[in-house]
């Protein structure tokens, strides 16, 4: 078990549908992920918070939306999804963005949510 | 633009082999270069390399970084099936972490 909790694990979703996917950490870390990730493929970044404010997008679609309610939480709203969005959806955090300032603040991956969109 | 290029990109071995695994960067602001296992869902952390030419050990895998010549090796001796994974690394910036393509490692008995 890992200390990111994804919720759900499994997701199946028509295009019209409208789900979130959460995320909780509780190591008192002020980062905090999103990634996708392909069959075969590596983890793909999406958005980065820091300290609960939205520090990177990766010029994701408007369909997927990020929102950090507090610093253990993480929340992906998924609306009017492609089929081509379907995928593993990873949370990941870390004591801060990036490596952090003491160089010792690896990613701590969830077990994600497994995403299909029909 | 940033790149991590890791190799080779499959592998298979027999139990009891040594393998090494390559993992090539070009980071911008590069700060640390991390190393992951995936099996079927999370990756997991194994190693996180700042300085060149020390070796990390964590019982059978090891790693070391070369800051010259931007790259890392993990290395898995006396391999298990139980090693059977994805190996994944990335370059940090500070900022992101920028992941390789991975090596798909698969151990037979």
């Known amino acids: 078990d890992t200390e990111v909790t994804q919720t759900p694990k499994h997701l199946v979703m028509g295009m019209t549908n409208k789900k979130s996917l959460k995320c909780e950490q509780h190591?008192?870390?002020?980062?905090m992920y999103w990634y996708k990730q392909k069959a075969k493929k590596p983890p793909e970044l999406m958005f980065v918070y820091s300290y609960e404010k939205l520090s990177i997008n990766e010029s994701v679609p408007s369909r997927f939306s990020p929102e950090c309610p507090n610093s253990s939480l993480l929340n992906l709203h998924l609306h009017a999804l492609q089929p081509e969005d379907s995928a593993l959806y990873l949370c990941a955090s870390s004591q801060e963005q990036g490596g952090g300032r003491s160089y010792n603040s690896p990613l701590h991956f969830g077990n994600g949510t497994r995403l299909t969109v029909t | 633009e940033d790149k991590v290029v890791q190799s080779p990109l499959s592998l298979v071995v027999h139990e009891g082999d040594t393998v090494t695994l390559n993992c090539s960067y070009e980071?911008?602001?590069?700060?640390?270069l991390l190393w992951y296992k995936q099996e079927k869902k999370a990756p997991t952390f194994l190693f996180m390399l700042t300085s060149s030419g020390i070796e990390k050990k964590s019982g059978r895998l090891s790693s070391i970084l070369d800051k010259k010549e931007l790259f890392s090796i993990l290395n898995i001796t006396a391999t298990q099936t139980g090693d059977s994974a994805v190996y994944l690394c990335a370059g940090d910036t500070g900022n992101q972490f920028y992941f390789g393509t991975g090596t798909s490692l698969t151990v037979i008995p």
């Open positions: 190591m008192g870390h002020r980062a």
């Open positions: 980071v911008t602001n590069f700060r640390s």
